[in-house]
């Protein structure tokens, strides 16, 4: 079945620094999206990226869809605390696009 | 405009036992799908309603089962509770896309499900 990876699993940084995730599907994705969870919260949405070698920007938040559309990133420049939480990648597929396939994310702390 | 609300926030079940989650979902949604998420993973899908009917289901054994009401709001329910249930239940919410992928999600707050 469609499986969804992310590296790293965690990632500490020093506020100030700058912060990487990396998505990748082993089947080609229709559309990817992006979720970031706080601790103790929920999934909040962030992101859905539909055309190859798309690039969008929130703010200091950067996403990219590969040419692919297999991959994905998601750029944080100059972290601050307030982005301390796991950012989730998910894409429709296993043989279906009503569902969502979450990859384990990447758990982001933040040192002030 | 209330988004996506889940009942109850936590639950303590005994091995064995049933329970009965619920979830409205977000005004104008008219989909919903429910994820089990367990501590430190991801979450994972476990069967999305839409017009009533189960569209599409997650590789989780029958003892999980739903429904979805003409008011859109729905219901998970666990039969024979294992030890290993024990997780964050998420409902969210989306616009219809069918085969079309990936309508983006609304999440409720959860239900904290802990088996003992």
């Known amino acids: 079945g469609q499986q969804v990876m992310q590296i790293p699993q965690y990632q500490h940084v020093q506020e100030g620094e700058d912060f990487t995730t990396y998505c990748n599907s082993s089947?080609?994705?229709?559309?990817i999206q992006w979720y970031k969870q706080r601790p103790g919260g929920h999934p909040v949405f962030l992101i859905q990226?539909?055309?190859?070698?798309e690039v969008k920007k929130q703010k200091r938040l950067t996403f990219q869809f590969g040419e692919a559309k297999k991959n994905s990133s998601l750029h944080i420049t100059a972290t601050q605390t307030t982005d301390v939480g796991t950012y989730f990648c998910a894409g429709p597929g296993g043989g279906s696009n009503y569902k969502l396939t979450f990859g384990k994310g990447t758990l982001l702390t933040v040192n002030p | 405009d209330a988004g996506v609300t889940q009942s109850p926030t936590h639950l303590i079940k005994t091995r064995g036992q049933q329970v009965t989650l619920r979830c409205s979902p977000k005004s104008g949604h008219d989909t919903v799908s429910w994820y089990q998420q367990a501590l430190g993973q991801g979450p994972q899908f476990i069967f999305q309603?839409?017009?009533?009917?189960?569209?599409q289901r997650g590789n989780f054994p029958d003892r999980f089962s739903g429904h979805q009401f003409p008011n859109y709001s729905s219901e998970l329910n666990v039969n024979a509770l294992l030890l290993g249930d024990s997780a964050l239940y998420l409902c969210a919410s989306s616009w219809w896309s069918g085969t079309g992928g990936g309508s983006p999600l609304h999440f409720g707050n959860g239900t904290r499900l802990t088996v003992t």
């Open positions: 990226l539909v055309k190859s070698g």
């Open positions: 309603y839409y017009e009533e009917e189960e569209r």
């Open positions: 089947t080609t994705l229709s559309n």
